[in-house]
C-alpha cells in the first residue's frame, strides 16, 4: 500500500492505495454526451507508461528517431510532449488539493484536462495533478508523475492474487450495459449498448491479433467471440488459405488444442501479466484480454431476470420480456486499437501500416 505526497512540501494528497495494471480503456473517448464512470476502483492506482496531454507535436515536426525512442513505430498525426509516468487514481481517493481557476477552461460537461494540471497542493499551491470528468471520457484524476512521490504505508506491498484465486472469484465484465447521456429531452437519458469496456479491450486485443495474424486469414472461436473478433479480422485481413486458427486458454480452462495457431489469454488484473501455457502450445502467439472480458468469453453467465430453479407448471406460459441488446453490431474501439497497434514494432510493415493510414476505407469504418 502507498500514499502519493507532494514532492515539494510533503503533504499527503491520497488515501492509502494498493496498485493494479493499467485498464485498456483509460485513454478511450467513448460517444458524445455519454456520461462514463470512475476509471480506477477506489483504494488502487495504475501507472500510465506513455505521455499524456499537451503540449503537442506534428509527426512532420519530429527529428529522426525520435517517435522510435517514444515506442511509436509509424506516422501518426501528432504526439504528446507531456511528462510519461502519471499515476492515475479515482477522484474520490484524493485529499489535500484544490482546483487551479485559471486551467478549467475549454472544456463541455466537465473538466477534460486541456489545460494542463488543474490540482495543486492545498499547502503549497504546487499543480500536482490533473482531474477529468467531462463527457464521452472516464473520469480520473492524473497524479503528475514530477510533482508527487509515493510513500509505502501498512507494512508495505499488498500481495497479489493467484491465478487460481482469481479463477475462483467468478468476476466478470458484461458484454452490455446501460450507458447514461447529457442529452435526453428530459434531462438525463439512457439506452441499452455494448460496454465500452468491451470495445476498449476488442481494439487492444485485435491490434496483437493482426499481429500475431502475419497477414493471413484468421478464425476464432464461434458464438460471441465471433461476434466480436470475426467481422473485424474479415476486413482487415485478405482471404484464403492457409488459416490461422484461435482458441480460448487460460487458468481452469481445459489444455488447449496443440494446433491453435494463436491463443486469447486473460492479464492479470494486479499485475498486468498474461496468463502463459506450457507444453505443445508454447509457441502459439499470446494475444491479452482483460481478466473480467475473457472469463465472460470462456464462460458466458445467463442472463436471468430472478434467482429461478425447477421447471414451470405444464399449463404456464413464460411471458417474460427478451434480454435487452444492444442497437447495432459490436465495433472495436478505434482509438485503443490505433494506440496499441502504433506501439508494436510490427507496424513497420506495409500492410499495417496501411490499416493506420487509411482509417476511412469503406469497409473499415463498419468494425470501427
Do not use: K, N, Y
Given at each position: 500500500m502507498f500514499v502519493f505526497v507532494c514532492v515539494g512540501c510533503g503533504a499527503e494528497l491520497t488515501t492509502s492505495l494498493s496498485q493494479v495494471a493499467l485498464p485498456v480503456h483509460a485513454r478511450q473517448k467513448y460517444g458524445s454526451g455519454v456520461q462514463l464512470p470512475v476509471l480506477m476502483e477506489s483504494g488502487t492506482f495504475a501507472v500510465d507508461p506513455d505521455p499524456w496531454g499537451g503540449p503537442w507535436r506534428l509527426w512532420k515536426d519530429l527529428g529522426p528517431g525520435e517517435a522510435e525512442a517514444r515506442g511509436i513505430y509509424t506516422p501518426v498525426h501528432a504526439v504528446s510532449d507531456g511528462a510519461p509516468g502519471a499515476s492515475l487514481i479515482a477522484p474520490g481517493d484524493v485529499r489535500g488539493t484544490r482546483l487551479v481557476p485559471e486551467r478549467l477552461g475549454g472544456n463541455c460537461c466537465g473538466l477534460d484536462g486541456r489545460d494542463g494540471p488543474n490540482l495543486a497542493c492545498e499547502a503549497?499551491?504546487?499543480?500536482?495533478?490533473?482531474?477529468?470528468?467531462?463527457?464521452?471520457?472516464?473520469?480520473?484524476?492524473?497524479?503528475?508523475?514530477?510533482?508527487?512521490?509515493?510513500?509505502?504505508?501498512?507494512?508495505?506491498?499488498?500481495?497479489?492474487?493467484?491465478?487460481?484465486?482469481?479463477?475462483?472469484?467468478?468476476?466478470?465484465?458484461?458484454?452490455?450495459?446501460?450507458?447514461?447521456?447529457?442529452?435526453?429531452?428530459?434531462?438525463?437519458?439512457?439506452?441499452?449498448?455494448?460496454?465500452?469496456?468491451?470495445?476498449?479491450?476488442?481494439?487492444?486485443?485485435?491490434?496483437?491479433?493482426?499481429?500475431?495474424?502475419?497477414?493471413?486469414?484468421?478464425?476464432?472461436?464461434?458464438?460471441?467471440?465471433?461476434?466480436?473478433?470475426?467481422?473485424?479480422?474479415?476486413?482487415?485481413?485478405?482471404?484464403?488459405?492457409?488459416?490461422?486458427?484461435?482458441?480460448?486458454?487460460?487458468?481452469?480452462?481445459?489444455?488447449?488444442?496443440?494446433?491453435?495457431?494463436?491463443?486469447?489469454?486473460?492479464?492479470?488484473?494486479?499485475t498486468g501479466q498474461m496468463w502463459a501455457p506450457g507444453g505443445s502450445v508454447g509457441s502459439a502467439r499470446l494475444v491479452p484480454l482483460p481478466w473480467g472480458v475473457w472469463s465472460w468469453l470462456v464462460s458466458p453467465q445467463p442472463q436471468l431476470p430472478v434467482p429461478a430453479s425447477g421447471h414451470l407448471p405444464q399449463d404456464v406460459l413464460r411471458d417474460d420480456p427478451l434480454p435487452p441488446l444492444p442497437r447495432r453490431p459490436f465495433r472495436a474501439d478505434w482509438g485503443t486499437f490505433e494506440h496499441t497497434l502504433v506501439r508494436l514494432p510490427a507496424v513497420r510493415s506495409a500492410w499495417l501500416r496501411t490499416i493506420v493510414e487509411d482509417r476511412n476505407h469503406g469497409g473499415w469504418l463498419r468494425v470501427f
Open positions: 503549497c499551491g504546487r499543480p500536482v495533478a490533473t482531474r477529468i470528468d467531462d463527457c464521452s471520457l472516464w473520469q480520473v484524476v492524473r497524479l503528475e508523475a514530477e510533482a508527487v512521490r509515493r510513500v509505502p504505508v501498512d507494512g508495505g506491498r499488498a500481495v497479489p492474487l493467484s491465478w487460481a484465486q482469481l479463477a475462483a472469484s467468478r468476476e466478470r465484465t458484461p458484454p452490455f450495459e446501460p450507458i447514461a447521456t447529457w442529452g435526453g429531452r428530459w434531462g438525463t437519458s439512457h439506452f441499452w449498448s455494448w460496454s465500452p469496456r468491451w470495445e476498449a479491450a476488442a481494439g487492444h486485443a485485435l491490434a496483437h491479433l493482426l499481429v500475431a495474424s502475419q497477414g493471413q486469414p484468421v478464425t476464432v472461436p464461434s458464438g460471441l467471440t465471433a461476434d466480436v473478433f470475426q467481422p473485424a479480422l474479415d476486413a482487415l485481413l485478405p482471404p484464403g488459405a492457409p488459416v490461422r486458427l484461435t482458441g480460448h486458454a487460460g487458468p481452469g480452462r481445459p489444455s488447449p488444442s496443440a494446433g491453435a495457431d494463436i491463443l486469447l489469454v486473460p492479464v492479470h488484473p494486479q
